[in-house]
Each structure stands twice: as structure tokens, then as C-alpha cells.
């Protein structure tokens, strides 16, 4: 690279920072006066910086532009294969890719199963969009008004008896999906096939694509494809980050703010909290998980009960009900940042980090960060642990 051309190309990185002065970047080039305000001319002639009133530059729209639309050009199918294979290797199951264009949801990649049984579907085919997991995700991120005009125009066949009726209940399930952030086909399709599926964002915060898994129940049943829900959400999640930076999700006149990205977690195993909070809550890559107790996983129509009078007991549930947690937010003990620990006597605290140096032992390869604060629990509580992670 030629020396000019280096210099002018350092003088967009400074200005990222903010607006500087003629000498300020004369400075930071190590260069002349002379020598840096002809590149700032030539950058500014290109529209890549402009001179504010002040005199101090600042990057110009022209390079907004630019990235813009370099960001738009991006191939979401050749972004999200990998992340697609990957997923195939690590549940065995058929893995799509779905968009939303000119009306339709159609499958634009696909890894086929490792298993005999195989699924049919074939890129470029459109998907059965009032039943699909993909197009439930795709079509919920549409505006409101876009929604209610989408679903009127649909026709709604009875393919099983699981299928979505009508527009009115097409709708409440697409609500659902777009508070939740993420779908499923419980056989609303065929009868023998369900599927769970996750949004991959695009740099504006939209939905660009849909990833699901699906298998027949020969292979698995329903209860036992949700279990990979967490996994199918990471995923996305990855591919997300590969199509550029996460930017808020925009809203629309009279609808208010969207609150898709933020997503309450309760994982099968937690009943409802006590009071208006959640037991965790995910926003873009950020998963913050409220304070856990010792209590064993709740049972359908029965409170939840205490895991044990011993430390030792806490200690390993309460742990158990965060990493719950985590994993339906498509986290996991990796991308836990920091773990803060709750007890109610000083004396245990020795105690405590002989049990969580043993849980915690091969389970991590960099310990999260941990604070240990003595406060007072209910009568028979001896711990409480919450955790804040951020997914890559």
C-alpha cells in the first residue's frame, strides 16, 4: 500500500473517535500540516470526511452510506451455512434457512439429515406459511398494520388438525412468537413432523432470515425436540454477529417501542415467579438471570419445594435452577461474565467455595467473575446465586 493512500486510510479511524482539527491529525499521522489537509481535502471531496463550521472534521455521510450499503449486500445464505452445518453436526437433525420475499417464505439453504428418514423440502420451494416455524418468525417481525393486511389475504388449509384456523388466530400466534422470539410447527404441517426455529438479525435489528430444526417423530417426539431450543437460538444468534452490528430494532408511527429482542425466560422446570419480574431476561447478546434459591424443579399445580436443609444441597439446585436459565436463553457457564453469590452466615463461606470449585470444575475454561455478599434469605434459605452472561 502507498504511503498516501495508508495515511489518508489512518485519518478514518481517528475521526471515528470524533471530530479533530487540522493539527490533531497532522499530529496523529506524524505528518505536516500541509501534507495532512490535502488528504482531508481528497477524503472530503469523496464525501469520506466533512469539515464542520468549527474547522474539525468528522466522518462524512458518503462513508455511512458506503457501510450501509455494504451491510445490505452481505449474503445471509453464505453467512449462515456454517452455522447451519455446525448445527447439523451437533443434533443430527434437518436444519433450513428460510426468507421472506414478495409475499412468500422460501427455504434458501438446506442440511439434510444424518439420519434414513429424510424430510421434503427443497431450496427455492415456498414454505406453508400460516403453519411454518420460519414463517411465523419471519412475518411476526412485520409491522403491525403489514401483519393484520398479511394475514387477511391468506388462505388457511387444514392441513392437520394442529393447523392455524384462521387470520384472527394466525395473528395471536404471531404476537406470541414476537414477544417470545422464537417459534415452532408442532405437526401443523404434516402430522408426523415438528420443528423449532430462531431468527438470524440483520444490521438494522430486523429479521433478515429464519433457522430451524426439524425431525419426524420417528426419530424424536416433540418434548424432546424442544430441548434443543436453546442450542437453535445460539445459533442464530452467532450468524446474527457475522451479518453486522446489532443496532435497536426500529419502530413504526402509533406502535410503540418493539420489544421483540427483549425475551422473558421460564424454563419448564421454574413456575411462576412470585412477583411481576422475570426469572431471567435476554436482550440482543445480554442474558441477565434473577437471584435462584435451593428449590427443586417445580411440579405441574404444586409449589415448589426446598432442595434440602444442607448447604451442600442449596448450593447444587440453586446452581442448577441458574444454569436452567442460562440454557433456555441459549447460553451457557461459558458465557456467564459474572456470578453473584448470596449468603445468609459468614461461616459458610469456606464451605461454599469447596462446593462450587467442585461444580464448577471442567465445567468452564475461564472462570466467570464472583462476588460474595452476606444478607438475610426466608427462614431455611442459605444461598442465592444470580448470574449476567453475554453471548459471542
Given at each position: 500500500?502507498?504511503?498516501?493512500?495508508?495515511?489518508?486510510?489512518?485519518?478514518?479511524?481517528?475521526?471515528?473517535?470524533?471530530?479533530?482539527?487540522?493539527?490533531?491529525?497532522?499530529?496523529?499521522?506524524?505528518?505536516?500540516?500541509?501534507?495532512?489537509?490535502?488528504?482531508?481535502?481528497?477524503?472530503?471531496?469523496?464525501?469520506?470526511?466533512?469539515?464542520?463550521?468549527?474547522?474539525?472534521?468528522?466522518?462524512?455521510a458518503r462513508l455511512i452510506?458506503?457501510?450501509?450499503?455494504?451491510?445490505?449486500?452481505?449474503?445471509?445464505?453464505?453467512?449462515?451455512?456454517?452455522?447451519?452445518?455446525?448445527?447439523?453436526?451437533?443434533?443430527?437433525?434437518?436444519?433450513?434457512?428460510?426468507?421472506?420475499?414478495?409475499?412468500?417464505?422460501?427455504?434458501?439453504?438446506?442440511?439434510?439429515?444424518?439420519?434414513?428418514?429424510?424430510?421434503?423440502?427443497?431450496?427455492?420451494?415456498?414454505?406453508?406459511?400460516?403453519?411454518?416455524?420460519?414463517?411465523?418468525?419471519?412475518?411476526?417481525?412485520?409491522?403491525?398494520?403489514?401483519?393484520?393486511?398479511?394475514?387477511?389475504?391468506?388462505?388457511?388449509?387444514?392441513?392437520?388438525?394442529?393447523?392455524?384456523?384462521?387470520?384472527?388466530?394466525?395473528?395471536?400466534?404471531?404476537?406470541?412468537?414476537?414477544?417470545?422470539?422464537?417459534?415452532?410447527?408442532?405437526?401443523?404441517?404434516?402430522?408426523?413432523?415438528?420443528?423449532?426455529?430462531?431468527?438470524?438479525?440483520?444490521?438494522?435489528?430486523?429479521?433478515?432470515?429464519?433457522?430451524?430444526?426439524?425431525?419426524?417423530?420417528?426419530?424424536?417426539?416433540?418434548?424432546?425436540?424442544?430441548?434443543?431450543?436453546?442450542?437453535v437460538r445460539r445459533t442464530?444468534?452467532?450468524?446474527?454477529?457475522?451479518?453486522?452490528?446489532?443496532?435497536?430494532?426500529?419502530?413504526?408511527?402509533?406502535?410503540?417501542?418493539?420489544?421483540?429482542?427483549?425475551?422473558?425466560?421460564?424454563?419448564?422446570?421454574?413456575?411462576?415467579?412470585?412477583?411481576?419480574?422475570?426469572?431471567?431476561?435476554?436482550?440482543?447478546?445480554?442474558?441477565?438471570?434473577?437471584?435462584?434459591?435451593?428449590?427443586?424443579?417445580?411440579?405441574?399445580?404444586?409449589?415448589?419445594?426446598?432442595?434440602?436443609?444442607?448447604?451442600?444441597?442449596?448450593?447444587?439446585?440453586?446452581?442448577?435452577?441458574?444454569?436452567?436459565?442460562?440454557?433456555?436463553?441459549?447460553?451457557?457457564?461459558?458465557?456467564?461474565?459474572?456470578?453473584?453469590?448470596?449468603?445468609?452466615?459468614?461461616?459458610?463461606?469456606a464451605e461454599m467455595n469447596?462446593?462450587?470449585?467442585?461444580?464448577?470444575?471442567?465445567?468452564?475454561?475461564?472462570?466467570?467473575?464472583?462476588?460474595?455478599?452476606?444478607?438475610?434469605?426466608?427462614?431455611?434459605?442459605?444461598?442465592?446465586?444470580?448470574?449476567?452472561?453475554?453471548?459471542?
Amino acid at each position: 500500500m502507498s504511503q498516501t493512500v495508508d495515511r489518508a486510510l489512518s485519518i478514518l479511524p481517528l475521526l471515528a473517535e470524533g471530530p479533530a482539527d487540522l493539527g490533531q491529525v497532522a499530529e496523529r499521522l506524524d505528518v505536516h500540516k500541509s501534507t495532512a489537509l490535502r488528504l482531508l481535502r481528497t477524503l472530503h471531496e469523496h464525501g469520506l470526511v466533512y469539515r464542520q463550521s468549527d474547522q474539525r472534521y468528522r466522518l462524512g455521510a458518503r462513508l455511512i452510506a458506503l457501510a450501509q450499503e455494504a451491510m445490505e449486500n452481505l449474503d445471509i445464505r453464505e453467512i449462515a451455512h456454517p452455522h447451519l452445518a455446525r448445527l447439523n453436526e451437533q443434533c443430527g437433525h434437518t436444519v433450513h434457512l428460510a426468507v421472506y420475499e414478495e409475499n412468500e417464505v422460501l427455504y434458501i439453504d438446506k442440511v439434510e439429515s444424518r439420519y434414513p428418514v429424510r424430510m421434503y423440502s427443497r431450496i427455492g420451494k415456498p414454505v406453508a406459511i400460516t403453519v411454518a416455524g420460519v414463517a411465523k418468525l419471519l412475518l411476526a417481525d412485520l409491522p403491525e398494520g403489514e401483519r393484520r393486511v398479511l394475514a387477511d389475504k391468506l388462505e388457511y388449509p387444514m392441513y392437520t388438525a394442529r393447523s392455524t384456523p384462521n387470520a384472527p388466530a394466525f395473528l395471536r400466534e404471531l404476537e406470541k412468537v414476537r414477544e417470545q422470539g422464537w417459534a415452532t410447527d408442532l405437526g401443523g404441517h404434516e402430522e408426523s413432523i415438528n420443528c423449532v426455529a430462531a431468527p438470524i438479525r440483520g444490521a438494522d435489528g430486523r429479521v433478515a432470515a429464519a433457522m430451524s430444526v426439524s425431525a419426524p417423530n420417528v426419530v424424536v417426539t416433540a418434548d424432546e425436540l424442544l430441548t434443543l431450543l436453546p442450542l437453535v437460538r445460539r445459533t442464530p444468534s452467532v450468524a446474527s454477529t457475522r451479518a453486522g452490528p446489532q443496532c435497536p430494532p426500529q419502530t413504526t408511527p402509533h406502535e410503540g417501542p418493539r420489544m421483540t429482542d427483549k425475551t422473558a425466560l421460564t424454563p419448564k422446570t421454574h413456575a411462576t415467579p412470585p412477583a411481576k419480574f422475570s426469572h431471567g431476561v435476554r436482550k440482543g447478546n445480554i442474558l441477565q438471570v434473577a437471584g435462584q434459591v435451593g428449590f427443586l424443579p417445580a411440579e405441574e399445580g404444586k409449589p415448589p419445594t426446598p432442595a434440602g436443609p444442607t448447604l451442600r444441597e442449596q448450593t447444587l439446585q440453586t446452581l442448577a435452577n441458574v444454569q436452567a436459565i442460562l440454557e433456555e436463553g441459549g447460553a451457557s457457564w461459558e458465557d456467564a461474565m459474572m456470578i453473584r453469590v448470596y449468603l445468609t452466615d459468614v461461616d459458610h463461606f469456606a464451605e461454599m467455595n469447596a462446593i462450587y470449585n467442585e461444580y464448577f470444575e471442567g465445567r468452564v475454561e475461564i472462570p466467570a467473575a464472583r462476588t460474595t455478599v452476606y444478607v438475610g434469605l426466608p427462614a431455611g434459605l442459605l444461598i442465592e446465586i444470580d448470574a449476567l452472561a453475554v453471548l459471542s
